[in-house]
């Protein structure tokens, strides 16, 4: 891949979703992100209302598991617009989508895409890494009809692991060009996120940001 570091950083969403973490730590993210560049940070529903300008303020629903009702993680979506967010990246039921359930999926992003209007980006985390190669594929082709703009690897807090590049190849191939493909979990290294970036990702969700970045 032939990037340079500011490329990069513009496919980036600086991401904090530690539980533990602070406004404080929020406040240096957004520091930290305008310094590298970065094109979001994204940060937990509870952390808003924050003041990011210059950087796209992207939020978390049904994090990270995906259990939540419907209609519970369209109302945490439809807070997070209200109170600034401009992107939401929402977990869907995986469960429903190891058992092939696609209609629920479909139910399920649909719920959320309502909730949040057209104007708001809608990431859906399908975790991967938990899904079947078939379930990978179906259950994008349910975002795309769901309305979703991206489809994302992962939460990065699931144990089966987090983006692989065989999963962003199959994830783009499907999309086809369409929807985004956000890789997210794990991505650590700069060759990590090359390689995730020339198997099809058009957005990265990074925590160690920098450290990336210093590779270039």
């Known amino acids: 891949m032939s990037l340079t570091r500011a ?53 978390v629903a049904g994090f990270p598991s995906g259990k939540h009702h419907s209609l519970v993680k369209g109302a945490e979506a439809r807070l ?16 429903a989508a190891v058992e092939g359930d696609y209609n629920a999926v479909l139910a399920d992003i649909l719920t959320v895409r309502e909730a949040i209007g057209p104007s ?26 769901a309305g979703a703009n991206f489809v994302k690897t992962s939460t990065g807090f699931h144990p089966a692991g987090g983006a692989s590049v065989e ?11 369409r929807l985004g493909v956000k890789a997210s979990g794990g991505i650590r ?11 099809g990702a058009t957005r990265l969700g990074l925590s160690g940001t920098r450290a990336v970045l210093d590779g270039l």
């Open 80 to 95: 997070a617009v209200d109170q600034g967010a401009r992107e939401i990246d929402m977990v869907i039921d995986i469960g």
């Open 120 to 145: 708001a980006i809608l990431k859906v985390i399908i975790e991967s890494a938990a899904l079947s190669e078939e379930a990978i594929v179906e259950t994008c082709v349910a975002a795309e009809r």
């Open 189 to 199: 290294t700069t060759e990590a996120a090359l390689a995730m970036v020339e198997a």
């Open 7 to 59: 490329e990069l950083a513009r496919m980036v969403d600086h991401t904090l979703l530690k539980p533990e973490a602070t406004r404080a730590d929020v406040e240096a993210l957004i520091v930290e992100g305008r310094a590298l560049g970065v094109l979001a940070v994204c940060v937990s529903p509870s952390m808003l209302p924050i003041h990011a300008e210059g950087l796209v303020t992207a939020v």
């Open 167 to 177: 999963a962003v190849k199959l994830m783009a191939a499907t999309v086809g060009g």
